[in-house]
């Protein structure tokens, strides 16, 4: 947090007596604390972080209702996210260095949603939803904004709905850039989300890009474009290779609903190949009565996708675009993962903000720290869980002597490029939390 510039805008941010203070110990314990049962509480009372604490009783840990109500005012998440933004547009803020061939930043892209449990039955939007955890009306849905360059959020938000229409789209754009200043230039989205409506403004002169999976139905002439490149398929001349598989890819320019949009299609075939495996071993005698064309289409439907697009390039820009959702889509598991994003227990509608704010800046740190220790192979539990294997002991001066780190503990620490000292004086870190130059 330090390294990144992220304590400078906490400190900023979080003036209330205590908070600051607050939010480092939740963003510890949620990154750091091994066990879902470890309340934060117990994590502080059996950790040297509780020497970094002096506004707030450990007593007061026990209960998180307090801590969400105050993070919970838009104020803080508005103040907060523009201040991140700015720095990530700042050239010299510490983020540049931090993230290796960062270059850029300021522009958004709106990527996904997913919804929240109809159960937060105080939450407005989900007031005239069925709230069984089977209930199939409206839902609460959180979105959010991912800067292009790194994949950080910058903006989240609350919408009511199953998905996403083009107005919803609209107001989230809005929004966003009157919030944090963040322009969205370009989408990337699910089949659920494009329509007809949705076309309209976004055509090949509009300034805005998109790309995103054709539904199958709704006049979008799917398997009028399975026709159009059947024989094709078997070709080698148009296959390519993306993460380690081989696709059929083929750009059709073409016309839907008189907007000019290009379909790229695509065959992922290992996959189309697979599932018709498995499926004449399963249902031999239904394929055997099947025509040959049902056949053919039966061979490759299981992977037979349409991209659509009002960009104008080759097929391997377009399917790398929509392949990385897995990685923008990644963002949510992280929050569910390390953050207990879902599912929320907090039903007074300001803890459910504050609770998903707190869970938000756990994201941002899990993030950060996944830029440095996936590429070499390592993950969020090795980090929280390597070091922790060494043993400490403290003498009655309050020096802690720190046994000598295994190789796994040094190369973490040569990663993160942290050293692990060999002493520690408890007696320095007594309100250094507040010390800018702390770290």
């Known amino acids: 947090?330090?390294?990144?510039?992220?304590?400078?805008?906490?400190?900023?941010?979080?003036?209330?007596?205590?908070?600051?203070?607050?939010?480092?110990?939740?963003?510890?314990?949620?990154?750091?604390?091994?066990?879902?049962?470890?309340?934060?509480?117990?994590?502080?009372?059996?950790?040297?972080?509780?020497?970094?604490?002096?506004?707030?009783?450990?007593?007061?840990?026990?209960?998180?209702?307090?801590?969400?109500?105050?993070?919970?005012?838009?104020?803080?998440?508005?103040?907060?996210?523009?201040?991140?933004?700015?720095?990530?547009?700042?050239?010299?803020?510490k983020m540049r260095s931090y993230i290796e061939g960062y270059e850029s930043s300021g522009k958004g892209c709106y990527v996904d949603s997913t919804p929240l449990p109809n159960e937060i039955r105080r939450l407005i939007s989900n007031a005239y939803c069925s709230h069984g955890k089977t209930g199939s009306c409206s839902q609460t849905r959180l979105f959010l904004v991912l800067d292009e360059e790194t994949d950080l959020p910058v903006w989240y938000g609350l919408t009511p709905g199953n998905v996403l229409d083009l107005s919803t789209i609209s107001d989230i754009t809005s929004d966003t850039f009157i919030s944090v200043g963040v322009e969205i230039d370009s989408m990337v989205l699910d089949a659920s989300y494009i329509t007809r409506e949705f076309l309209a403004p976004y055509t090949s002169d509009s300034g805005k890009m998109f790309s995103g999976k054709s539904p199958a139905s709704c006049g979008f002439q799917y398997k009028t474009r399975y026709h159009e490149v059947k024989n094709l398929i078997p070709n080698a001349k148009y296959e390519i290779l993306q993460n380690g598989k081989a696709y059929f890819a083929y750009k059709k320019e073409c016309g839907l609903f008189g907007k000019k949009v290009d379909s790229y299609i695509f065959v992922d075939q290992m996959k189309a190949l697979s599932w018709h495996t498995e499926y004449i071993e399963k249902h031999w005698e239904e394929f055997e009565r099947m025509s040959d064309k049902e056949k053919n289409w039966n061979r490759v439907k299981n992977?037979?996708?349409?991209?659509?697009?009002?960009?104008?390039?080759?097929?391997?820009?377009?399917?790398n675009r929509y392949i990385e959702r897995v990685d923008i889509e990644s963002v949510f598991k992280d929050a569910k993962d390390?953050?207990?994003?879902?599912?929320?227990?907090?039903?007074?509608k300001t803890r459910v903000d504050g609770k998903i704010f707190s869970d938000m800046l756990t994201t941002i740190v899990i993030l950060l720290l996944k830029k440095k220790l996936v590429p070499k192979g390592y993950s969020i539990p090795d980090f929280a869980g390597k070091p922790g294997s060494l043993m400490c002991c403290r003498n009655s001066e309050d020096i802690v002597n720190i046994e000598m780190p295994n190789m796994q503990v040094k190369e973490l620490s040569r990663i993160l490029n942290i050293p692990v000292p060999g002493t520690l004086d408890l007696n320095k870190y007594s309100r250094k939390i507040y010390d800018p130059t702390f770290g």
Do not use: Q
């Not at 919970?72 to 010299?92: H, Q, T």
């Not at 390390?338 to 007074?348: A, E, H, Q, R, T």
């Open 1 to 93: 947090m330090e390294k990144t510039g992220l304590l400078e805008i906490f400190r900023s941010v979080f003036t209330k007596k205590g908070l600051y203070e607050w939010v480092v110990v939740h963003i510890l314990h949620d990154v750091l604390s091994v066990g879902p049962h470890v309340s934060c509480n117990d994590f502080l009372t059996f950790s040297f972080a509780s020497y970094l604490i002096e506004d707030i009783p450990l007593t007061a840990l026990r209960s998180d209702s307090r801590y969400y109500s105050m993070m919970g005012k838009d104020s803080l998440r508005v103040a907060f996210f523009s201040k991140f933004a700015d720095m990530m547009k700042s050239e010299s803020s």
């Open 303 to 319: 992977g037979f996708f349409i991209l659509l697009s009002n960009i104008d390039t080759h097929c391997e820009e377009i399917l």
């Open 338 to 348: 390390y953050g207990n994003l879902l599912p929320l227990s907090k039903w007074d």
